[in-house]
């Protein structure tokens, strides 16, 4: 399963749940031709895909506004930001200035290890770049900045524990 | 200019701004077939609607989660509320119980005007279809349980103030 089909599956039982409503949006396509057959559903002929604006996961919980994009890596000791596009931080940037509580959804596949990564750590990691820094955050500091997650059964990323955390650490 | 079209504007000029954030989510499809071509974008060459599982807008505004969809008519009297689907009713369900401020947006096509409706009201007219109630809002009562919006420039729906009065109304 792939980390988005997992994220979907923890999503769906956090909504059957009241827990939280967290939605992954829909692939914004360019719609060219569509035929409208009699007595049947619109048949898409011609479309293509655009860049999305914003991030792939939005949603409330406790009042709070999430935002965060999922993102997994082969890498072993640390996490490409190549992975990350410009739209996607300056999306999150605007929603951390709204009072959003935003954050990165990190997986090294090989290892199966999770963290949540608060967008303001992610924030540093990408600045840096332009000025000399690194083009990978170290697995190390993502083990110190976020916040792990462990597979579990019902829901399978129990990942709103670590939101839990995080909102605690932000104090809001 | 639909009236999402009007929003998406508002939303731009909010964005712009940075006032709020809040997007129109993507019609969700159901790719059946995609062609990669070499050296050139993929292309959708058969894909359907979905159904959408939630509405069409969220996003964050000074820290609170907002949720709505929009809705036209060219009724002069009342809303119909078959312009909304139990999804889309369910959905807003779900976010009240986690704290958002949610509502419907509803123009009348004929006079331009614009109310935002809170959504526990919406939720009370549309219970009571089930127990011999009507199939449509007033607009008597809208404009008594709603809040008037007035197309202006920059942006050309000024809603969010529409929604300042909503969250203080809710006490949240
Ligand atoms: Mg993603
Ligand atoms: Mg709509």
Redesign the pocket.
């Given at each position: 399963m792939s980390l988005?089909q997992e994220i979907n599956e923890s999503n769906a039982y956090y909504l059957a749940h009241n827990i939280a409503v967290i939605h992954k949006k829909p692939t914004p396509v360019q719609l060219v031709k569509v035929d409208y057959p009699k007595r049947s559903a619109a048949v898409i002929k011609e479309a293509y895909f655009r860049r999305p604006s914003t991030?792939?996961y939005n949603g409330v919980y406790r009042g709070y506004y999430l935002d965060f994009?999922?993102?997994e890596t082969n890498n072993k000791v640390s996490f490409p930001l190549k992975n990350f596009h410009e739209h996607q931080i300056e999306h999150l940037r605007a929603c951390v200035q709204q009072g959003g509580v935003c954050f990165a959804f990190l997986k090294f596949s090989h290892t199966n290890q999770l963290f949540l990564l608060p967008a303001s750590k992610l924030f540093a990691y990408w600045d840096e770049q332009d000025s000399g820094g690194r083009k990978s955050i170290p697995l190390k500091n993502i083990e110190q900045d976020g916040y792990q997650i462990t597979y579990q059964f019902n829901p399978l990323i129990p990942y709103i524990d670590a939101v839990d955390r995080l909102i605690e650490d932000l104090g809001v």
């Amino acid at each position: 399963m792939s980390l988005e089909q997992e994220i979907n599956e923890s999503n769906a039982y956090y909504l059957a749940h009241n827990i939280a409503v967290i939605h992954k949006k829909p692939t914004p396509v360019q719609l060219v031709k569509v035929d409208y057959p009699k007595r049947s559903a619109a048949v898409i002929k011609e479309a293509y895909f655009r860049r999305p604006s914003t991030t792939d996961y939005n949603g409330v919980y406790r009042g709070y506004y999430l935002d965060f994009d999922a993102k997994e890596t082969n890498n072993k000791v640390s996490f490409p930001l190549k992975n990350f596009h410009e739209h996607q931080i300056e999306h999150l940037r605007a929603c951390v200035q709204q009072g959003g509580v935003c954050f990165a959804f990190l997986k090294f596949s090989h290892t199966n290890q999770l963290f949540l990564l608060p967008a303001s750590k992610l924030f540093a990691y990408w600045d840096e770049q332009d000025s000399g820094g690194r083009k990978s955050i170290p697995l190390k500091n993502i083990e110190q900045d976020g916040y792990q997650i462990t597979y579990q059964f019902n829901p399978l990323i129990p990942y709103i524990d670590a939101v839990d955390r995080l909102i605690e650490d932000l104090g809001v």
